[in-house]
């Protein structure tokens, strides 16, 4: 199908300041709009509030608008430069969240303006959790126990079905601001009330705690005729409990036999189908039980993501580039990949090498902040690195950071010094590592190293961390060869 | 934390095999260096020896099956280098690695600006940078793409391979600057300002030096080596003061302190001091209005990007204050001084290249506070709100061009007329636990801005922006500690009681606030009993707060009410200065609609 000829002029919505859970991932993906639609002939108009983006440059679009992104300014741009159809999959939350509004106020249909990329029942379907687990129902994939609630009653009558431990994510919401984890009734109350605060629709969802089940990202897309590809798979070190933006990620990912990923895929192209997102990228995220094998579909972002981004760079495939030429109306086939120039983009990316991203926080800023790690995203920036093996990606992302940090320790800045402790000292700090360990932090990482130079095994670390025990068992051998390479000292 | 003395022996017994899976594993020559108990250029050294050098492959998306085109590249330690170097005029510029806070997207945008000001010249680009996040990081965006971590190791490794033309360290924030020095000693030309120029910037006894050289006045300084020796320097230097670590190790934060108990109170909790990590100590010139400047000079001729001012007043740390550009409060004669110092500054600094200094204003007198010869966190901000490519110019600058031939010498910021708010976005709603008053430690985020032919419209939007919307009507609540209980305070009040608004003050400021006249309701402390504020606050009865810290003693009411605010979202107002400017946004949001125009058309508006 060649582009759409219907239309002149597109609206693209940006993301807004940076805040934890939207960073410049959107900077990445507008700019990457601007450029791609504004070189096929479309009259492009822009808004962004934030000045310290690529994407407002008045070079790169026709129209920009450093405005604040609220569906009354939004609308009274449309009024103004009435354009054809408008792209709110570039901009993250905000931009789809300001989509949504302009539909339900009636101000996409009083000025005539279609969504593109995403259509509006997509965006509900992927985002009301409770439609999101009927179509999951559907087209029998499993996704977790629970369901939506308005007030804190509904949610404690839930909790019999449910189950301790209980997740807490309220609907509609930035990064998972305002959820948790509760392990009893009382934080459960607690924590229903805050989430119900940060929803700005008053609800939450509730559901059974997949607490370390391993975790896994797909980057989809789809194009008008049908065709889908899958960009890339992510799997997160973490375990699921820790926020996909506070977990070291990995690309490929390294831990599922081919029958799991095949079933993985299978279900990925099923689920864009189902929620109808017709042209551009999703995300899709899974968890699996590391016991049984149980895979179940955790949500979908119907939108360009952070992950996205990392999958861009990771694969080398520009992810909103081609998404943005798919929601004008080129199908998958027809966009050559600008890396070869001689495969489509329906070509499906092959990496022979991983890809490791670690986040970066920032909690000494913040007094007396918790800098536990959960299901709500703290951390502000993140570091990628490529190599040949995870183990040389890992260091080299760790020494990405700026932290000091040059490696998985032994670069002069840990904070234990395992060589110089004696055996009483080894024993008391083996019990102090595994204790730390149990609780996801920040630093955590060098503490794995310290657990090893002590002596627990990988399975012992396994059941404490939930971490895949083939992470571990890389992870062992840096540790191994630093041994080696120390008896060398001189 | 002190460093022990770097040997330089040699770990001779190391086979090469060793050291290649060592590299394999992805250990940094600093690690070994470590390991060894050696120093990272003998390891580099033994590394080149045994020929244990990386190679670059390519990111093809394919696996090799095709052949790539896209030069976007990692390092790695096998055979085949598919990273070809070409024979053109090369520039390299380093990125600004992971977004933190502090170090954010401002910084991506210089890199992306300068490369495409290099591409305009002719020059072949190259990136080098570690966070997937950013533009600079889309292989689309330079000519070559190398995904690498910002270290002097992987660098040189990167600078050996292609040798460059030049580095470009000055627009990728701190992390750059960092190494910057080691490059030049491993003969890597730094391109633009010099390391040596940037290093005079940040030494303070040089600095302050070249400062009396120039005959400019700076607050007063002083370096502390004890407790003791601290409260004598505060002083010595009188009070209030700003004390700070020279050495930062998790953060530890400034402070500004009123008497000599305080400032003994921060060192003693705060601080290792000793010898080789002193404090420093800086007069803090309280209520004075701050400044900053970005300009670009080419070594010659010096052109003044903008001025903004900040809103809040001194004390706030300038990425977490709102700023306005062009300033709004500000005598022709501080003007005139303030450029006049900038430009003495840039020429005296020898830079080539973006610099940003920051002023203070108190009782008339203009103080230099600090000079940045690198593109600072305004640099897109000014750009946007006048048109002048900062960045773009800079680069070229760095490249031997001239401002004269760039056709900016005689550029005149003064001719933008219309009003550009930034107004900084903060995380407080990410951690239930922490404070949100704002001091001399940034903790924004990211940043929206306002635009509009009027001041009030610019910060009304610049709040909506920021998900601040100001009320229109309503009741505010006020709550000013004892320094604050002042004319202007009761200026504000009158305002806001014009506007229809009306008001209720816990017992202390309703008092002040009764006595002189103003209309104001009463309401209890969190703790005095019920209903209080906070319970006023979740019950949608007050629409705007306007609470300045009254420091240690009311912090629980304060922390309570912070927090029902942020949760109910409530604007929430922590200094005067602030509550000032949102009394004119919400004037002019009274009136009706704010209006809207395309950067384009402001453009225009400044060339005709």
């Known amino acids: ?490 | 934390m002190k460093q022990s003395k770097i040997s330089h022996r040699i770990p001779s017994k190391v086979s090469p095999e060793l050291l290649r899976q060592a590299k394999e594993f992805g250990f940094s020559d600093r690690q070994l260096a470590h390991i060894w108990g050696t120093s990272e250029k003998i390891v580099r050294g033994m590394r080149k020896q045994h020929g244990v050098v990386p190679v670059y492959k390519t990111v093809d998306t394919c696996a090799a099956e095709f052949e790539a085109h896209t030069p976007y590249h990692y390092s790695t330690y096998e055979r085949e280098n598919e990273s070809k170097r070409s024979e053109r005029k090369k520039v390299i510029i380093l990125g600004g690695g992971p977004n933190r806070i502090g170090q954010g997207i401002e910084f991506d945008y210089c890199c992306v600006h300068g490369v495409y000001a290099l591409d305009e010249e002719g020059i072949e680009t190259m990136m080098i940078n570690c966070n997937p996040e950013t533009v600079s990081t889309d292989y689309d965006t330079t000519d070559k793409l190398y995904f690498e971590p910002l270290t002097l190791e992987d660098v040189l490794n990167i600078c050996e391979h292609e040798q460059p033309f030049g580095v470009i360290v000055s627009f990728g924030g701190q992390t750059p600057l960092k190494i910057a020095k080691a490059l030049e000693e491993n003969g890597v030309r730094i391109l633009g300002t010099s390391p040596e120029g940037i290093d005079l910037a940040e030494d303070r006894e040089r600095f302050g030096a070249l400062l009396r050289k120039l005959n400019i006045p700076h607050p007063k300084y002083g370096t502390a080596y004890s407790v003791n020796n601290a409260v004598l320097v505060a002083e010595q230097i009188s009070f209030p003061v700003l004390v700070r670590p020279s050495y930062v190790l998790g953060g530890r934060a400034m402070e500004i302190c009123y008497n000599g108990d305080a400032v003994r109170e921060y060192m003693k909790k705060a601080v290792d001091v000793s010898p080789d990590y002193p404090v420093l100590i800086d007069r803090f010139l309280e209520d004075a209005f701050e400044y900053d400047v970005d300009c670009v000079s080419d070594g010659k001729d010096v052109v003044i990007g903008g001025v903004m001012e900040h809103i809040e007043e001194a004390g706030i740390h300038s990425g977490d204050s709102a700023c306005v550009l062009p300033p709004f409060m500000i005598s022709q004669k501080n003007l005139d001084e303030i450029i006049g110092y900038t430009v003495k500054l840039a020429k005296a600094l020898k830079v080539v290249g973006l610099m940003n200094v920051q002023f203070a204003m108190k009782d008339g007198v203009v103080y230099v506070l600090e000079v940045n010869p690198r593109a600072s966190r305004t640099v897109p901000f000014v750009s946007k709100a006048t048109g002048l490519p900062l960045a773009k110019i800079a680069a070229k600058v760095m490249v031997g061009k001239t401002l004269e031939e760039l056709g900016l010498k005689g550029y005149d910021f003064r001719k933008v007329k219309h009003i550009s708010v930034k107004e900084a976005v903060f995380p407080f709603n990410k951690f239930p636990r922490v404070p949100v008053f704002l001091g001399p430690e940034m903790r924004s985020t990211g940043e929206v801005m306002g635009i509009s032919e009027n001041f009030g419209a610019a910060v009304a939007k610049a709040q909506m922006g920021a998900g601040n919307t100001l009320p229109v009507e309503g009741r505010v609540f006020i709550s000013v500690n004892e320094s604050d209980k002042t004319e202007f305070t009761l200026g504000i009040a009158r305002d806001l009681v014009g506007l229809g608004f009306s008001l209720v003050a816990t017992e202390g400021t309703q008092s002040f606030l009764n006595q002189s006249g103003v209309e104001c309701g009463h309401v209890f402390k969190v703790n005095e009993g019920r209903p209080n504020v906070v319970d006023m606050v979740k019950n949608g009865e007050i629409q705007l707060i306007i609470n300045t810290p009254l420091g240690e003693n009311s912090r629980y009411d304060e922390f309570a009410i912070g927090r029902s605010a942020l949760e109910n979202k409530v604007s929430f107002i922590t200094t005067l200065s602030a509550a000032a400017t949102a009394v004119k946004g919400i004037a002019k949001q009274k009136e009706g609609t704010l209006g809207i125009r395309s950067v384009q058309e402001y453009l225009k508006n400044i060339d005709t």
């Open chain 1, 1 to 490: 199908m060649p582009k759409r000829t219907d239309i002149k002029s597109i609206l693209i919505i940006g993301s807004g300041p940076i805040v934890i859970g939207q960073a410049c991932e959107f900077d990445y993906s507008g700019t990457q709009a601007c450029q791609v639609l504004r070189e096929e002939g479309y009259r492009i108009i822009l808004i962004n509030s934030n000045p310290a983006t690529i994407m407002t440059d008045p070079e790169l679009a026709d129209a920009t608008y450093i405005e604040p992104i609220t569906p009354e300014m939004v609308e009274e741009i449309i009024k103004k430069e009435r354009p054809d159809v408008i792209l709110p999959t570039m901009g993250g939350q905000t931009a789809l969240n300001i989509a949504v509004a302009l539909a339900e106020r009636g101000v996409l249909a009083k000025y005539g303006v279609e969504l593109i990329g995403a259509k509006l029942e997509a965006i509900k379907k992927a985002e009301d959790r409770e439609l999101f687990k009927e179509a999951m129902d559907r087209i029998g994939l499993h996704s977790a126990r629970g369901g939506f609630v308005n007030t804190l009653d509904e949610a404690v009558k839930m909790t019999e079905e449910v189950g301790f431990p209980i997740i807490i994510r309220p609907s509609f919401t930035l990064g998972g601001t305002g959820g948790g984890t509760a392990y009893n009734i009382e934080e459960f109350r607690e924590k229903v009330l805050h989430g119900l605060t940060s929803s700005p629709i008053q609800q939450v969802l509730i559901e059974e705690s997949v607490i370390g089940w391993k975790e896994f990202e797909l980057e989809v897309m789809r194009d008008l005729k049908d065709n889908v590809v899958i960009i890339c798979s992510i799997e997160n070190f973490d375990p699921m409990g820790v926020h996909t933006g506070d977990s070291i990620t990995v690309a490929p990912a390294q831990t599922l036999t081919d029958k799991e990923y095949q079933a993985m895929r299978d279900a990925a192209k099923k689920i864009i189908r189902e929620i109808g997102v017709e042209t551009g990228g999703s995300n899709i995220q899974f968890a699996v039980n590391p016991s049984d094998g149980r895979m179940i579909v955790i949500e979908m972002n119907p939108r360009v993501s952070r992950s996205s981004a990392l999958a861009s760079k990771a694969t080398g495939f520009p992810i909103a580039k081609i998404a943005a030429k798919l929601a004008v109306g080129y199908t998958l086939d027809e966009i050559p990949n600008d890396i070869t120039k001689l495969t489509p983009a329906s070509f499906e990316p092959t990496i022979d090498y991983c890809v490791v991203k670690i986040p970066r926080w920032d909690f000494e800023k913040f007094k007396g902040v918790d800098d536990t790690l959960g299901v709500q995203m703290k951390s502000v920036g993140e570091a990628m690195a490529i190599g040949r093996t995870f183990k040389e990606s890992f260091q080299k992302a760790l020494r990405s950071l700026e932290q000091g940090r040059f490696g998985l320790g032994a670069d002069g800045k840990d904070e234990l010094d395992v060589r110089a402790m004696n055996d009483v000292e080894r024993k008391e700090w083996r019990r102090r590592v595994l204790d730390r360990l149990k609780i996801p932090k920040p630093g955590n990482i060098f503490y794995l190293r310290y657990a090893f130079q002590l002596g627990c095994s990988i399975e012992e670390l396994f059941k404490v961390t939930k971490i895949d025990p083939w992470f571990l068992h890389n992870i062992w051998q840096i540790v191994e060869l630093e041994e080696e390479l120390y008896s060398y000292r001189v």
